[in-house]
């Protein structure tokens, strides 16, 4: 996946599944952190839906809407992962109890009940 991308066959079911989960982490205490964006936020758009693009995010989306759901989701990126990717996935990996793997730019990261395994060191 690259961020914000549509070109996958199940794009309308894997944005689904991140609304869901976009929902899901701002009842649970989750605040899209703004700090995080590179670039100018458009008019048509807002922070959440420029972070939920992520391609870490949109990976994760898609392993949700999977049959069954794994309990376990690995995924491999060139770049570093943001902070609110980092928190969400944290969050995420308490609320829906699975473990995620995210290897980024510079380290792997274990996501278990909420934490991570680089102890917020990223």
Known sequence: FKAHDHSHPQSEEIYEELQ???????????????SWITRPVKEDETVESVL??????????FNFIQQPPPSIIQISKNLRICGDCHAATKLITKLRRCEIIIRDANRIHHFSNGKCSCQDHF
């Open 20 to 34: 869901r989960l976009s929902c899901e982490l701002r009842e649970h205490g989750h605040t899209f952190d703004s």
């Open 52 to 61: 939920c693009g992520h391609s870490e995010k949109l990976a994760i989306a």
